[in-house]
């Protein structure tokens, strides 16, 4: 199961909850607290990835090669004894919670260290209970929260038992250990506890950039021993990492470094943990839970019917030694930046038919010539009328439209005065209306449209059709344009699938806001979520202030 179907899994669940309010939906009918449970469930789905290990073993500076950000502070000194949990959010943002409070404070990341670390905040004298940092990461939209615990053995014993106490409420854990002192005490403690509450684990030892291969392969050797006269049978594997070198090869760009820094073989373990284990037990407990609701009386047999074919296919999926299609750590090798600017082809013509409208107002509030010229074409056409009444003084759009109204008259007297058919006249009625061709603004939104298209067509040119969904989310029918003006065939296709992957992306945002309104859970909304609805229909259809009509034999499509 990928991500992708997961999402939709989980949105068709939602789908069949939201049909079962309705069978509630009824007076002296209660609805079951249960439903309301469940829906929360789904709308939060957090996965809980705890990093622990002893103090200096790099836990920050891994989860910040991971996240291919240096965002998260690291140092030399242990890190107060506060949970800092890293969660995905539409723009860089921390959240500080106080203990015995319902107080936070937002801060920039770039001061978190004051307030997280022993030299800003030592033995945490500013009663600081969690701190939330949310990073447009695509690793962490797709499910995962990393939980960065506080370094164990150092000489703050609260660091211990805050992290000791933090793990029942993780999913996984990542044991981090490094290579200089492999597997202390404290970490052989904590591996034998989440053996036995039956977490999943990952034993990572960093820093192998400071060892030569030789001594990479002993200390991986001694790890492996331990975890064997611990009496684990589960054969965990080590990963041998240099998260220094991971996070250098990704700001970099540098595929050879970061394939040597053995990053990518934990990514691709944690993410295949999610995908084949975890989400899909997370779906059949979902479904599990809803079952005894299904089989209510008077509930609909096609609800119950749907039930069972969505356990089947969660069921189907659970076989975790099937075969995959593809990595999934490589499945959205250039993710969508999130809240991308809405289609810059609309905000060219917008612009330009704003300035043509505010010209127009000052030439017609007194030039004959141009009143006479408006009025021989019929004036502007349905949406620049309505622009131009919006935008222009009610002096200057009586004095406009005056000309184009007697003009109007005129036609119509010769009309009645003529021995036309009834199809005739109403043929001729209908070709007094203004069109594309005689509006002046539309005039100039077809120059500037056109103009930004031969420009966005050079870009593609020069960097590749990628490019264009860095800028900005282009609306389908400014999309058909494009596509249409490119000679590139590949850059076509590459262009058309971009386009499939943001209407994709804003589909799970609308779908994730719904949910999370069902759930009653408003605080758990991103500003992707919440401008969802906006958005996409903004991408569906061209800007209201960028529609114009076609010059006369011209079809106008989308």
């Given at each position: 199961m990928?991500?992708?179907?997961y999402?939709?899994?989980?949105?068709?669940?939602?789908?069949?909850l939201?049909?079962?309010?309705?069978h509630?939906?009824?007076?002296?009918?209660?609805?079951?607290?249960?439903?309301?449970?469940?829906?929360?469930?789904?709308?939060?789905?957090?996965f809980?990835?705890?990093?622990?290990?002893?103090?200096?073993?790099?836990?920050?500076?891994?989860?910040?090669?991971?996240?291919?950000?240096?965002?998260?502070?690291?140092?030399?000194?242990?890190?107060?004894?506060v949970?800092?949990?890293?969660?995905?959010g539409?723009e860089?943002?921390?959240?500080l919670?106080?203990?015995?409070?319902?107080?936070?404070m937002?801060?920039p990341?770039?001061?978190?260290?004051?307030?997280?670390?022993?030299?800003?905040?030592?033995?945490?004298?500013?009663?600081?209970r969690?701190?939330?940092?949310?990073?447009?990461?695509?690793?962490?939209?797709?499910?995962?929260?990393?939980?960065?615990?506080?370094?164990?053995?150092?000489?703050?014993?609260?660091?211990?038992?805050?992290?000791?106490?933090?793990?029942?409420?993780?999913?996984?854990?990542?044991?981090?250990?490094?290579?200089?002192?492999?597997?202390?005490?404290?970490?052989a403690?904590?591996?034998?506890?989440?053996?036995?509450?039956?977490?999943?684990?990952?034993?990572?030892?960093?820093?192998?950039?400071l060892?030569?291969?030789?001594?990479?392969?002993?200390?991986?050797?001694?790890?492996e021993?331990?975890?064997?006269?611990?009496?684990?049978?589960?054969?965990?594997?080590?990963?041998?990492?240099?998260?220094?070198?991971?996070?250098?090869?990704?700001?970099?760009?540098?595929?050879t470094?970061?394939?040597?820094?053995?990053?990518?073989?934990?990514?691709?373990?944690?993410?295949?943990?999610?995908l084949h284990?975890?989400?899909?037990?997370?779906?059949?407990?979902?479904?599990?839970r809803?079952?005894?609701?299904?089989?209510?009386?008077?509930?609909?047999?096609?609800?119950?019917?749907?039930?069972?074919?969505?356990?089947?296919r969660?069921?189907?999926?659970?076989?975790?030694?099937?075969?995959?299609?593809?990595d999934?750590?490589?499945?959205?090798?250039?993710?969508?930046?999130?809240?991308?600017?809405?289609?810059?082809?609309?905000?060219?013509?917008?612009?330009?038919?704003?300035?043509?409208?505010?010209?127009?107002?000052?030439?017609?509030?007194a030039?004959?010539?141009?009143?006479?010229?408006?009025?021989?074409?019929?004036?502007?056409?349905?949406?620049?009328?309505?622009?131009?009444?919006?935008?222009?003084?009610?002096?200057?759009?009586?004095?406009?439209?005056?000309?184009?109204?007697?003009?109007?008259?005129?036609?119509?007297?010769?009309?009645?005065?003529?021995?036309?058919?009834?199809?005739?006249?109403?043929?001729?009625?209908?070709?007094?209306?203004?069109?594309?061709?005689?509006?002046?603004?539309?005039?100039?939104?077809?120059?500037?449209?056109?103009?930004?298209?031969?420009?966005?067509?050079?870009?593609?040119?020069?960097?590749?059709?990628?490019?264009?969904?860095?800028?900005?989310?282009?609306?389908?029918?400014?999309?058909?344009?494009?596509?249409?003006?490119?000679?590139?065939?590949?850059?076509?296709?590459?262009?058309?699938?971009?386009?499939?992957?943001?209407?994709?992306?804003?589909?799970?945002?609308?779908?994730?806001?719904?949910?999370?309104?069902?759930?009653?859970?408003r605080?758990?909304?991103?500003?992707?979520?919440?401008?969802?609805?906006?958005?996409?229909?903004?991408?569906?259809?061209?800007?209201?202030?960028?529609?114009?009509?076609?010059?006369?034999?011209?079809?106008?499509?989308?």
């Amino acid at each position: 199961m990928d991500l992708a179907a997961y999402d939709a899994l989980k949105f068709e669940i939602a789908t069949l909850l939201r049909g079962l309010r309705r069978h509630y939906a009824h007076p002296g009918v209660a609805e079951p607290e249960v439903l309301r449970d469940l829906f929360a469930r789904l709308a939060e789905d957090r996965f809980n990835l705890a990093v622990v290990g002893r103090f200096s073993r790099g836990k920050t500076s891994l989860m910040n090669a991971i996240l291919g950000t240096d965002m998260l502070p690291v140092g030399v000194l242990p890190i107060t004894s506060v949970i800092t949990m890293v969660s995905y959010g539409s723009e860089p943002k921390a959240v500080l919670h106080y203990q015995g409070s319902s107080l936070f404070m937002d801060i920039p990341i770039a001061e978190l260290a004051e307030h997280i670390t022993e030299r800003g905040n030592p033995g945490n004298r500013r009663g600081i209970r969690a701190a939330e940092i949310q990073i447009p990461a695509e690793f962490l939209r797709r499910g995962f929260t990393f939980v960065d615990t506080p370094g164990l053995g150092s000489a703050i014993h609260a660091n211990t038992r805050t992290t000791e106490g933090f793990l029942p409420e993780a999913d996984a854990l990542i044991l981090v250990s490094s290579h200089d002192s492999p597997l202390s005490a404290e970490e052989a403690a904590i591996l034998t506890a989440a053996r036995a509450a039956g977490r999943a684990l990952f034993v990572v030892l960093n820093k192998q950039d400071l060892v030569d291969p030789p001594l990479r392969a002993a200390a991986v050797a001694h790890v492996e021993a331990a975890l064997r006269d611990a009496g684990d049978t589960a054969n965990l594997v080590v990963f041998s990492v240099s998260a220094r070198d991971g996070l250098l090869a990704k700001q970099t760009n540098n595929p050879t470094l970061l394939a040597k820094s053995g990053l990518p073989e934990l990514e691709h373990a944690l993410v295949t943990f999610l995908l084949h284990e975890r989400r899909t037990r997370f779906l059949a407990g979902m479904c599990a839970r809803m079952a005894p609701l299904f089989a209510a009386p008077g509930v609909s047999q096609a609800l119950a019917s749907r039930l069972a074919e969505i356990r089947a296919r969660i069921a189907a999926a659970e076989d975790v030694n099937a075969p995959t299609t593809a990595d999934p750590t490589t499945a959205d090798p250039a993710p969508l930046a999130p809240l991308l600017p809405g289609c810059e082809v609309c905000h060219a013509i917008a612009d330009a038919g704003f300035d043509a409208i505010a010209a127009l107002q000052a030439q017609l509030s007194a030039d004959r010539a141009a009143q006479a010229d408006l009025a021989r074409h019929g004036g502007f056409c349905r949406v620049h009328a309505e622009q131009f009444r919006k935008i222009a003084a009610t002096r200057e759009a009586a004095t406009a439209f005056a000309p184009v109204l007697l003009a109007q008259a005129e036609a119509l007297h010769r009309l009645a005065a003529s021995n036309l058919s009834q199809v005739c006249l109403a043929d001729s009625v209908t070709d007094l209306l203004p069109n594309g061709a005689g509006c002046p603004v539309c005039t100039v939104a077809r120059k500037a449209e056109a103009a930004k298209i031969s420009a966005l067509v050079a870009l593609i040119a020069a960097r590749g059709p990628e490019i264009i969904h860095t800028r900005s989310a282009l609306c389908l029918p400014h999309l058909g344009r494009l596509v249409g003006a490119l000679a590139d065939d590949a850059a076509r296709r590459a262009l058309l699938l971009r386009e499939a992957a943001l209407l994709e992306r804003l589909a799970e945002d609308a779908q994730r806001f719904a949910l999370q309104q069902d759930a009653v859970r408003r605080d758990i909304s991103s500003k992707e979520d919440l401008a969802a609805a906006e958005r996409s229909a903004r991408v569906l259809l061209d800007h209201p202030a960028a529609q114009h009509e076609p010059a006369v034999g011209m079809t106008r499509k989308g």
